[in-house]
């Protein structure tokens, strides 16, 4: 990705997906404030998902990194995107856990971070998610036992859990 786009602070949408672009994602996405949309899926990107992702991205609805090589977890800076309707990080190599500073997007309605290799329990937090209306997490974790804190007041429609 040229470091010249760094310079396009008005970006709205920026959809570089199936490019067969590579290295990692650099920290100057952060900078876009007006950033609503940014589709990096199907490349063969590397590295982590820089926590500067978080740092101006009031206005982001959608986050799709899908498809790639990141490493390392979920930032949670990431839960300073209160405007996120759609995060895609499905077909990565991200473990840890997944951060239970996502239950802070409440106007979530697609989480999809299934074919990772994440560990630990899902956090309880992603309940307060009350627009989420899909949620892929297989091949993620052995939920079983965890599955009764997804009950909530809110309806899932959709819910993917690994069968072993």
Same mark, same amino acid.
């Given at each position: 990705?040229?470091?010249?786009?760094?310079?396009?602070?008005?970006?709205?949408? @920026?959809?570089? *997906?199936?490019?067969?672009?590579?290295? /990692?994602?650099?920290?100057?996405?952060?900078?876009?404030?007006? =950033? /609503? $949309?940014?589709?990096?899926?199907?490349? !063969?990107?590397? $590295?982590?998902?820089?926590?500067?992702?978080?740092?101006?991205?009031?206005?982001?609805?959608?986050?799709?990194?899908?498809?790639?090589? @990141?490493? $390392?977890?979920?930032?949670? %800076?990431? *839960?300073?995107?209160?405007? !996120?309707? &759609?995060? =895609? !990080?499905?077909?990565?190599?991200? %473990? %840890?856990?997944?951060?239970?500073?996502?239950?802070? @997007?409440?106007?979530?309605?697609?989480?999809?971070?299934?074919?990772?290799?994440? $560990?630990?329990?899902?956090?309880?937090?992603?309940?307060?998610? &009350?627009? =989420?209306?899909?949620?892929? @997490? *297989?091949?993620?974790?052995?939920? =079983?036992?965890?599955?009764?804190? !997804?009950?909530?007041?809110?309806?899932?429609?959709?819910? *993917?859990?690994?069968?072993?």
């Amino acid at each position: 990705m040229p470091s010249s786009l760094s310079n396009c602070t008005g970006l709205q949408v @920026l959809s570089l *997906a199936g490019n067969q672009l590579n290295r /990692s994602i650099p920290g100057f996405v952060g900078g876009f404030m007006d =950033l /609503s $949309g940014l589709h990096l899926s199907f490349n !063969l990107l590397s $590295g982590s998902i820089p926590v500067e992702i978080g740092d101006n991205c009031g206005k982001m609805e959608h986050l799709e990194l899908s498809g790639n090589y @990141l490493t $390392g977890g979920i930032p949670r %800076e990431i *839960a300073k995107c209160s405007g !996120l309707k &759609t995060l =895609l !990080l499905y077909s990565n190599l991200l %473990e %840890e856990v997944l951060p239970s500073e996502l239950g802070q @997007l409440s106007q979530l309605q697609v989480m999809d971070v299934s074919r990772n290799n994440f $560990g630990g329990p899902i956090p309880p937090q992603i309940s307060n998610c &009350t627009s =989420l209306s899909i949620l892929v @997490l *297989a091949n993620s974790w052995n939920p =079983l036992p965890n599955v009764s804190i !997804l009950g909530g007041s809110y309806s899932m429609e959709k819910l *993917a859990l690994p069968v072993d």
